[in-house]
């Protein structure tokens, strides 16, 4: 297997890290995992560094000062997983919403099917989420529905936190260009892929609503994306 590394970002996740860093590791192909953790009162890292110090060839841990969101986590992760060589990188929720067994299937469209981006979405095959509230699904669904509009992409699940990339694909995005924080940072991201002309592939999943821990949704989240896209639509026009 070459080199996989899964990076999932953390504030405040104790109760639910020490057990997705373990199914990663039991899982049938050879992943490694990067928690990049904004400094979580709850002690977040300090479970990571311990699980770590036993698992020094495959748990890495980043420690960030502050908590200063989702994409510049994210953003972090990938310029280590870039510097450290990893041939395709993977991004994933702490809280188990994304079931760790999709990862082979998601390594293997990337490995076997050749595509450069493998979005684990809720919406390609009908809806597939659990355990979320009806005002949820609502706002996730229609959020990637107006991606699809604002942005031309063929992708029905833009929001999703799920997703597999090739090293090349995160090479040639201009990581310091991003321009978002929030959700809207995994609609901007796969954008980027999507004017790079690289493969873009859904795979369906199911989504199911953490059981520990608080969502991190808020308000300027959801207004950076219903804006935000359309400036950087705006934006792409006069960078071709």
Do not use: C
């Amino acid at each position: 297997m070459t080199k996989a590394l899964v990076i999932v970002p953390t504030y405040n996740e104790a109760d639910n890290i020490i057990n997705i860093i373990k199914s990663v590791l039991s899982l049938s192909l050879d992943f490694n995992i990067l928690v990049v953790d904004d400094n979580s009162p709850d002690k977040t890292g300090f479970l990571v560094k311990s699980i770590a110090l036993k698992n020094t060839e495959r748990v890495f841990l980043l420690s960030r000062d502050n908590k200063d969101g989702l994409g510049k986590a994210y953003t972090d992760g990938f310029n280590w997983a870039l510097k450290n060589k990893y041939d395709y990188i993977f991004e994933m929720d702490a809280d188990f919403s994304h079931d760790p067994n999709d990862l082979v299937r998601i390594y293997k469209e990337l490995f076997i099917s050749n595509f450069d981006v493998v979005i684990g979405s809720r919406y390609i095959d009908g809806i597939n989420v659990v355990n979320w509230p009806l005002s949820r699904i609502i706002l996730s669904y229609f959020a990637s529905f107006y991606s699809r509009i604002i942005t031309g992409m063929p992708v029905k699940d833009a929001t999703s936190g799920f997703v597999g990339y090739k090293a090349t694909v995160l090479k040639e995005i201009n990581l310091d260009s991003i321009m978002f924080n929030g959700y809207a940072f995994q609609i901007e991201l796969k954008f980027k892929a999507f004017k790079k002309k690289f493969k873009i592939q859904e795979i369906p999943i199911i989504f199911k609503d953490r059981i520990y821990g608080e969502s991190k949704m808020n308000g300027n989240i959801i207004f950076e994306a219903i804006f935000g896209l359309i400036l950087m639509r705006f934006k792409s026009l006069f960078n071709k």
